[in-house]
């Protein structure tokens, strides 16, 4: 029974180029959430997503960060124009259907270093 | 808006000794959710203790247990017997909805 899978692990952009993080969510769960972790910090949410559909994304950034959640395939965070900030450990999770107090189950988080 | 604060930045504690962690947050719901998670140096996240808001009962995991207390908002977490695998960050969390509030954290210690 798999867990959240994060891919890649680790990644490397130099300034100016795009930065793909993949997530695919634990087997029966339909809702798939983003959040960010810089250095030293707690997670901070930035998206929560079903299946095609945008829910909450009021802890994204409006410029250069995106994210989807499509019918088929895994949910993608993208964000443009990386700059030296973006530096951080980005962790998907996921929750089932009827989640309302559920846990969340967290991937291993991917590592997102900027040159 | 919701905050959670973690009111100690780093803590030690002997080995086999038990230790708490603080944690107090903000809310004007009635009906919520508060975890306790585990980073350890591998940075995974790992869910330690939940809580549900309407249940007085304090919630225990083997060594884990929380003491929450609704009226003043306070939801500590002791660890009982500390193990060198206890050693990671703790992330206390409050859940009303869909997103996770956390706070910054506290990095706990072990002493062999």
């Known amino acids: 029974n798999a867990g959240v899978m994060q891919n890649p692990r680790h990644l490397v952009r130099r300034r100016g180029q795009e930065a793909r993080l993949r997530c695919s969510p634990m087997?029966?769960?339909?809702?798939v959430y983003w959040y960010r972790q810089l250095p030293e910090e707690g997670l901070k949410f930035m998206v929560y997503?079903?299946?095609?559909?945008?829910?909450?994304e009021s802890g994204m950034p409006k410029e250069r960060f995106s994210a989807e959640f499509p019918k088929e395939g895994p949910s993608i965070l993208r964000i443009q124009q990386v700059v030296r900030g973006d530096s951080a450990a980005y962790f998907c999770?996921?929750?089932?259907?009827?989640?309302?107090?559920?846990?969340?189950?967290f991937g291993d988080g991917t590592r997102l270093s900027i040159l | 808006a919701q905050t959670v604060t973690q009111s100690q930045p780093e803590m030690s504690v002997q080995e086999a000794e038990t230790v708490t962690l603080s944690c107090t947050y903000d809310?004007?719901?009635?009906?919520?959710?508060l975890f306790w998670y585990k980073q350890p140096p591998s940075r995974q996240m790992i869910l330690v203790i939940r809580?549900?808001?309407?249940?007085?009962q304090n919630a225990t995991e083997n060594r884990f247990s929380v003491n929450f207390q609704k009226a003043a908002k306070s939801f500590s977490l002791k660890i009982s017997d500390s193990q060198l695998g206890d050693a990671a960050m703790y992330f206390c969390?409050?859940?009303?909805?869909?997103?996770?509030?956390f706070g910054k954290g506290t990095r706990l210690h072990i002493l062999p």
């Open positions: 809310t004007s719901e009635s009906d919520y959710y």
């Open positions: 999770a996921s929750s089932p259907r009827e989640a309302r107090g559920q846990p969340q189950h």
């Open positions: 997503l079903q299946k095609e559909n945008i829910i909450d």
């Open positions: 969390a409050y859940r009303r909805d869909d997103k996770i509030i």
């Open positions: 809580q549900e808001a309407y249940k007085q």
């Open positions: 087997k029966g769960h339909s809702h």
